[in-house]
């Protein structure tokens, strides 16, 4: 994808203006991934059960793609 500027494994930690958000489908039981938008249109993505471990960093462009993917089914397994 062009613009892919992944920081892989930064510390979720050490964005401080991040503004976590999970997805109001997420399990009850914690088992869900957070988003947060960052200055410099990018966006964080982190595990919600390790809010302080590391955190994935894509530009706002990369996001838009995979979001859309998402919701066209591309990455559904088989038998879903």
Known sequence: MAGT??????????LIA???RKSRRS???????????LPGEEFAVRNSRDPH??????A????????ARVKKGEFRGAGH
């Open 27 to 37: 399990g009850a039981i914690g088992n869900c991934v957070e988003l947060a938008p």
């Open 53 to 58: 471990g590391p955190a994935l960093v894509y």
């Open 60 to 67: 706002a462009v990369d996001m838009s793609g995979f979001l």
């Open 5 to 14: 500027t992944a920081h892989n494994g930064v510390s979720a930690h050490s």
């Open 18 to 20: 991040a503004a976590w």
